[in-house]
């Protein structure tokens, strides 16, 4: 009977340990053909871990981009809807500009990744909005 327990025991905690380790994500880029002003390349990324999910997000401007800014959201699925549970949000003075944020959140949950970037050339400016699941 100890033996049984005992192996069920250490299967249980090889398991844990497997999946504690084990990540998956999602990838987003800008489509060749995709024509845009100011905006030359976009992408995003989530990695759901078994603790916490982890966004990424990044815009490359045009030479006459002055600024960019990335909105990255962590949503999560709930009664058939997404809502916001984190939002980080930052100012890049040049062309580039590139986030990562991670937040603890459960692996019995769906999440997606909302991110908007944004291309400032004087006063004129171009957004992005996409999403990662």
């Given at each position: 009977?100890r033996?049984?327990?005992?192996?069920?025991?250490s299967?249980?905690l090889?398991?844990?340990?497997?999946?504690s380790?084990?990540?998956?994500?999602?990838?987003?880029?800008?489509?060749?053909?995709?024509?845009?002003?100011?905006?030359?390349?976009?992408?995003?990324?989530?990695?759901?871990?078994?603790?916490?999910?982890?966004?990424k997000?990044?815009?490359?401007?045009k030479a006459?981009v002055?600024?960019?800014?990335?909105?990255?959201?962590?949503q999560?699925?709930?009664?058939?809807?997404?809502?916001?549970?984190?939002?980080w949000?930052?100012?890049?003075?040049?062309?580039?500009?590139?986030?990562?944020?991670?937040?603890?959140?459960?692996p019995?949950?769906?999440?997606?990744l909302k991110?908007?970037?944004?291309?400032?050339?004087?006063?004129?400016?171009?957004?992005?909005?996409?999403?990662?699941y």
């Amino acid at each position: 009977m100890r033996s049984k327990i005992s192996t069920v025991i250490s299967l249980a905690l090889i398991l844990v340990l497997v999946f504690s380790v084990y990540s998956f994500g999602v990838s987003v880029i800008s489509q060749p053909g995709e024509k845009m002003t100011y905006i030359d390349s976009y992408s995003g990324d989530i990695i759901h871990g078994v603790l916490s999910t982890t966004v990424k997000a990044g815009i490359n401007g045009k030479a006459s981009v002055t600024s960019v800014k990335i909105k990255m959201e962590l949503q999560k699925l709930s009664d058939g809807s997404y809502s916001t549970v984190e939002t980080w949000e930052q100012t890049f003075s040049g062309r580039n500009g590139s986030m990562e944020e991670s937040k603890i959140t459960s692996p019995l949950n769906t999440y997606r990744l909302k991110a908007t970037v944004t291309a400032y050339s004087g006063s004129d400016s171009e957004s992005k909005t996409f999403y990662a699941y």
